[in-house]
């Protein structure tokens, strides 16, 4: 199956995208993830798009276009994938379709993550990272086993820099005006599944399993 999550930054796309990746061995793929591991690289391309992350801001349409195109032609993307974070405008929706059509595939599914703007704020402050794997935890909400440590990897978790409150709130303006029509996009086209995103992570999780499994 070939999967999208969409939703607002802090919505808890890429906790479930994890889960769900998991489940039905497909991989995640996050460009968020892509483009901080390149700036934690220093490579080229992470030097090229840092300002431009780090403010909140989009990076170029067509350059995401094209690393995405990339990643999706790699073999253990045949049998399905999980984009989290892309398609993030309607150019990139549209490029996403072509690609698609080049390669005989189609979106099979859109996951819309719905959650209030109050509880985004409120959730990316208290948000840490795994600076390793990249799995999400909520210091309120749900913490590592040890203090400050991530339970899989056991190294320091930390704070992404876009999740500092003056940032958050550019990312936020962002969506509304360049994502939420992405969302429109795909529920024209008949493939948008909603969750509410307040629920709780179980039942999120349940509910998105069974969802699935039900479409295979
Ligand atoms: P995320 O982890 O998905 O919240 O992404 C973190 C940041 O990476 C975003 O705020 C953007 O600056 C950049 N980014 C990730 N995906 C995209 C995309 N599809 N298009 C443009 N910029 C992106």
Sequence with gaps: ????????????????????????????ISTGEMLRAEMESGSKLGNQVKDVVTSGKLVDDDLMNQIVKERLSKSDATAGFILDGFPRTLNQAKSLDEIMKSMGKKIDLVVYVDVPENVIVERLSARRTCPKCG?????????????????DCHVPLVTRDDDKPETVKKRYEVYLELTAPVVE????????????????????????IEMIKGRK
């Design 1 to 28: 199956m070939n999967i999208i999550f969409v939703g607002p930054p802090g919505a808890g796309k890429g906790t479930q995208a994890q889960i769900v990746s998991k489940t039905f061995k497909i991989p995640h």
């Design 135 to 151: 799995r999400n935890y909520n210091m309120i909400t749900d913490p590592p086993k040890e203090d400050e440590l991530c339970d």
């Design 185 to 208: 996009y795909y529920k024209q086209k008949g493939v948008l599944f909603t969750i509410d995103g307040t629920m709780k992570m179980k039942d999120i999780e349940k509910y998105l």
